[in-house]
């Protein structure tokens, strides 16, 4: 017990350093299965490894970047198009009060005062301001941990027979591995590309309602698809209530929300189980508890990373015959 305090401790006291190495680790075997796959790709499958781990590094690099720049322009949009709302919330409001009967209808402006009003907004803004600050330096620590990452994954099969001592050992410590490799980059791979496609066709969607900030709300609904249960509600409930605001109307917000939770359902109740296979097989227990662990240890990069983690974890106890038993247990049907 006071060892498992002691753990929690010191994640939760070195997660400014953790964070970044274990994203960055995250992202290698995201990158690796990549460079792998991209082997079927015409006229990129002739290419050598190293051009292949060069060529989707490069690309991690740009998307990282373009992220970074997608998140600070966006939100300053959002803040400065909530004013111009003003009109349809008003609507809202009244219509509300016309259905529960007050006599004198109040309007957003006077509904604000009484609730955000009361908020000191420079005491927000700065921690916010902290905060998107400390979030593009992570992305940075992020790209230069994998940079350095690819790097020595190179040498790195060499070491392990050399660590090994005897040439028997370190090809079975190879073996197993390669095999631990292999299952949890296909893994992570496949779950990000079905976040990818999830993103994608909720950008279709909101395209064609018409709902402001499309791209944003479609990456921030594929980051938060990482997150089980919990991640696809937050990732609808977003634009939705955007929708509300910039229509003024309940109508469009039904729709929205029809159509972008029919596009959650869809990925994560028919195309996911299929593309995913045996790689996610988690016990729907352990699930709650890896969010609630590693949620309240580093937040919601910690509830984006908490399957990723634990997924990892079971493929690796699973591998090893000594703690493979607790890979069954943690299992969600027995079969590892």
Same mark, same amino acid.
């Given at each position: 017990?006071?060892?498992?305090?002691?753990?929690?401790?010191?994640?939760?006291?070195?997660?400014?350093?953790?964070?970044?190495?274990?994203?960055?680790?995250?992202?290698?075997?995201?990158?690796?299965?990549?460079?792998?796959?991209?082997?079927?790709?015409?006229?990129?499958?002739?290419?050598?490894?190293?051009?292949?781990?060069?060529?989707?590094?490069?690309?991690?690099?740009?998307?990282?970047?373009? !992220?970074?720049? !997608?998140?600070?322009?966006?939100?300053?949009?959002?803040?400065?198009?909530?004013?111009?709302?003003?009109?349809?919330?008003?609507?809202?409001?009244?219509?509300?009060?016309?259905?529960?009967?007050?006599?004198?209808?109040?309007?957003?402006?006077?509904?604000?005062?009484?609730?955000?009003?009361?908020?000191?907004?420079?005491?927000?803004?700065?921690?916010?301001?902290?905060?998107?600050?400390?979030?593009?330096?992570?992305?940075?620590?992020?790209?230069?941990?994998?940079?350095?990452?690819?790097?020595?994954?190179?040498?790195?099969?060499?070491?392990?027979?050399?660590?090994?001592?005897?040439?028997?050992?370190?090809?079975?410590?190879?073996?197993?591995?390669?095999?631990?490799?292999?299952?949890?980059?296909?893994?992570? !791979?496949?779950?990000?590309?079905?976040?990818?496609?999830?993103?994608?066709?909720?950008?279709?969607?909101?395209?064609?309602?018409?709902?402001?900030?499309?791209?944003?709300?479609?990456?921030?609904?594929?980051?938060?698809?990482?997150?089980?249960?919990?991640?696809?509600?937050?990732?609808?409930?977003?634009?939705?209530?955007?929708?509300?605001?910039?229509?003024?109307?309940?109508?469009?917000?039904?729709?929205?929300?029809?159509?972008?939770?029919?596009?959650?359902?869809?990925?994560?109740?028919?195309?996911?189980?299929?593309?995913?296979?045996?790689?996610?097989?988690?016990?729907?227990?352990?699930?709650?508890?890896?969010?609630?662990?590693?949620?309240?240890?580093?937040?919601?990069?910690?509830?984006?990373?908490?399957?990723?983690?634990?997924?990892?974890?079971?493929?690796?106890?699973?591998?090893?015959?000594?703690?493979?038993?607790?890979?069954?247990?943690?299992?969600?049907?027995?079969?590892?």
């Amino acid at each position: 017990m006071a060892l498992a305090l002691m753990v929690g401790w010191l994640l939760w006291v070195g997660k400014p350093v953790l964070l970044p190495i274990i994203s960055a680790i995250v992202a290698l075997y995201i990158l690796t299965a990549a460079a792998e796959a991209l082997v079927k790709v015409p006229l990129l499958g002739g290419a050598p490894l190293w051009a292949r781990r060069l060529l989707v590094l490069l690309a991690f690099t740009l998307s990282v970047a373009l !992220l970074f720049v !997608l998140v600070i322009t966006n939100f300053t949009r959002v803040a400065a198009a909530l004013p111009g709302y003003e009109a349809n919330l008003d609507r809202i409001v009244a219509g509300f009060a016309d259905v529960f009967g007050f006599e004198d209808q109040p309007t957003w402006a006077a509904l604000q005062a009484e609730t955000f009003g009361r908020i000191n907004t420079r005491q927000l803004i700065t921690p916010l301001v902290q905060s998107i600050g400390g979030f593009g330096g992570t992305l940075f620590l992020i790209v230069l941990y994998v940079s350095f990452f690819v790097n020595e994954r190179a040498h790195f099969a060499r070491k392990l027979a050399l660590a090994a001592g005897t040439p028997d050992k370190g090809a079975r410590a190879l073996e197993v591995l390669t095999r631990i490799n292999e299952r949890i980059g296909n893994y992570l !791979l496949v779950k990000t590309l079905v976040n990818v496609v999830l993103g994608a066709a909720s950008f279709v969607i909101m395209w064609l309602i018409g709902i402001e900030f499309a791209l944003f709300w479609a990456v921030l609904i594929g980051f938060l698809n990482y997150i089980p249960y919990f991640g696809s509600m937050l990732g609808v409930l977003f634009p939705v209530l955007l929708s509300l605001a910039q229509f003024g109307s309940l109508g469009m917000a039904a729709l929205s929300l029809v159509a972008l939770a029919a596009a959650q359902i869809y990925v994560g109740g028919v195309l996911e189980p299929k593309l995913m296979g045996r790689a996610f097989n988690l016990s729907p227990l352990f699930v709650l508890l890896a969010l609630a662990f590693w949620g309240a240890l580093w937040g919601i990069p910690g509830a984006i990373l908490a399957v990723p983690l634990t997924a990892s974890l079971v493929i690796v106890l699973a591998e090893i015959p000594e703690t493979r038993p607790a890979a069954i247990i943690m299992s969600a049907n027995g079969r590892v």
